[in-house]
């Protein structure tokens, strides 16, 4: 664990590797602000450059104002759900690859999301390090160098 | 929903009499009809026959009787009364007769006016003997010709008389013969029918004029009986009537002869006339009462066995409605299972994500001011573990939530073992058991039921669990492939099944276990879930030995072969 801490320290994760002093925009969207809140600070500890939303209404607002390299959006939410959300995102920014967070055990619904175009997906609780490198790998497709 | 023995008994009832009603209804009609049918025309057909019969008889009597009358007009007619009066003539006279008609005349008499005997030829000492005052000789002298009925007369013995009256000057006399009785007797009696058909004559008086039979009822009032009462028939008239006495009934066939004054009568008992129809009837009642047994025992056997069948068809529906219910508790179990993980997975994150945090903070923290970040680093990473068998164990549970679909489809047998023995593990491990896993792997998918397949296993690894409850112990669970079959062995080194409750494990509703803890239920489900997807399972045990349960699933596609199921 303490090697990883020093990767990391020396290459943070939120820092493109090419261009090391571009942030990875992420876009953070979950109706559980205790969850949010604390995913966001770590994310920027590790210089990633995270905004957040506590509905998929928020997401897409905030979508509308700037671009973000990987959004990360749960899918059950009270008002406005993961799958309509993403739905929206994918039409607003048919790039942005979207990770979706699901509380739910059901591997359906998440599999429903991949059919909607989401880039992957995640069970929660999820282990840290498996979001880190979902979200690299959802950062770097797409992207041609 | 249980079927009533009291409901089965009015069911066999309402069906043993619907089927008797239906079967009996008509034979007993139809027999009925026929065998009266029967009984009508053979008894007509008797009746014209001993008509004819009796009629014949009588012709032939008559005949007998105008034939001595005859022959005595014509001696009485052939020769002079002084002729006759002579006594070795009408003895050469009597000769002749006798030799001509043996048996027939016993003597001659020549009687005159007065009822004095003039001559006499014949056995008897009857010379003078004086008729004047004899009921037949008044009758004689004021006919033509005359013919007696039988009586004593003066010799004590029966006979009758025929008798001729012929003038002598202005005088009359007459001729008589005494007619032998047994002769006229065995003419009579001639004729027999049968064992007990015989025949007899009485007159007016209702005398016997022939040797009497010897069951006559009305002996003294046959005549009356046949003939007045129901008028003269005249001589040809065939007279038929049934008389029943204390010695039975007799059939009568009766005809008047000698111008109405004798009645010749035949008598023979019912059962010896109607011996062939009763013979029938006997053989027909034999045939209709051994239908009737037959189709009673056939009633029986028939609507025992279909009340056997349905009570079984409504035990089978009783077990199958129970099992839905199982499956249906299960299947609420899983869904609410699902509620509870989804519902701990979002604040269990949330654990994660803020023992994380603390982590990446403690991390800024200067070791050497910080005393115990050892520890505080120790105690995260033990929030974050304790977070992860949260995790583990709600995925289980939705993992099996998720299974618990009513549907077959293709499924791997060793996953879904594998989640039950999850589910199974915490419950295994309190009573000190060892789950110990031997799995094939490349098993063929089989096609079951998810969430049958699911209670199977989780009743024969709670069984077990619960056998051993108290001492601790090892299961073990193997898979295997056996080409055309999935073989699972669940064996556990409990304290085993008595030879004599092995038998009955899978019946439905047996249970060992303390009242209200089982339903007795368990492995009668599994058997029926089992034995529906086409499998087989088979238990072996002994007091001290263990209990192995051993399944066998068909690989899909494939047919299962009859295969013994206790070794």
Known sequence: MATTRNVEKEHPPGLDPRWPYRAIRLLLVDDEAAFVDTLVNRLKKRKFKVSRAYSGEGGIRLLKKADYDVAVVDLKMSSLDGLATLKVFREMAPDLPVIIFTGHGSEKSAEESLAYGAFDYLLKPYEFDDLLSKIKSAYHTGKEY | MASKPGYNVSLQRKMVTAILLVALAPLFLLCGVILHQFDHSFREKMNAHLGELIQKHCRDIDNFLNEQLNIIRYVAASYTFDQLRDEAFLQHQLYRLQQQFPGVFEDLGIVEENGFQLTYAGPLELLKADYSR????????????????????????????????????????????????????????????????????????????????????????????????????????????????????????????????????????????????????????????LGCFGIVITALIISRRFVFRISEADHEVDLMNRQVIETGKLAVIGELSAGIAHEINNPVAIMMEKA????????????????????????????????????????????????????????????????????????????????????????????????????????????????????????????????????????????????????????????????????????????????????????????????????????????????????
């Open chain 2, 356 to 567: 994380g945090w603390m982590q990446d903070l403690l991390e800024d923290e200067n070791p050497e001011t910080m005393k115990n970040i050892e520890e505080f680093n120790l105690s995260l990473e033990e929030i974050k573990n304790q977070a992860r068998r949260c995790k583990d164990i709600t995925h289980k549970l939705l993992g099996f939530s998720r299974k618990t679909d009513s549907h077959p489809r293709p499924v791997h047998i060793n996953t879904l073992i594998e989640d039950i023995i999850g589910l199974s593990s915490d419950h295994a491990r309190h009573a000190g058991v060892i789950i110990h896993k031997n799995f094939s792997d490349n098993l063929p998918e089989l096609n079951v039921t998810p969430s049958e397949m699911q209670q199977v296993f989780l009743n024969l690894i709670n069984n077990a669990v619960d056998a051993m409850e108290k001492t601790g112990g090892r299961i073990d669970i193997a898979t295997a492939d056996r080409k055309d079959h999935v073989l699972v062995e669940i064996s556990d080194s409990g304290p085993g099944i008595p030879q004599s409750n092995l038998g009955h494990i899978f019946e439905p509703f047996y249970t060992t276990k303390p009242a209200g803890k089982g339903t007795g239920l368990g492995l009668s489900i599994c058997r029926t879930i089992i034995t529906r997807l086409g499998g087989e399972i088979d238990v072996k045990s002994g007091t001290g030995q263990g209990t192995t349960f051993r399944i066998r699933l068909p690989v899909q596609g494939q047919g299962f072969p009859e295969a013994p199921i206790v070794k």
């Open chain 2, 134 to 289: 004899s009921g037949w000789f008044q009758k004689a002298i004021a006919n033509q010709t005359f013919i007696s009925d039988v009586f004593l007369g003066l010799r004590g013995r029966p006979h009758f008389i025929v008798a001729v009256r012929q003038a002598h000057g202005n005088r009359h006399w007459i001729l008589r013969a005494t007619i032998d009785f047994r002769s006229f007797n065995t003419l009579v009696e001639n004729l027999r029918v049968g064992k007990t058909g015989m025949v007899f004559i009485v007159n007016r008086e209702n005398e016997f004029q022939t040797r009497p039979a010897k069951n006559t009822p009305l002996q003294h009032t046959l005549y009356t009986k046949l003939v007045s009462d129901q008028g003269d028939p005249g001589p040809g008239g065939g007279i038929i009537e049934e008389i029943s006495d204390s010695t039975g009934k007799h059939i009568f066939a009766g005809a008047t002869l000698k111008n109405g004054d004798w009645l010749l009568v035949f008598q023979q008992d019912n059962t010896d006339a109607y011996r062939d129809l009763y013979f029938s009837v006997k053989i027909a009642i034999l045939i209709l009462s």
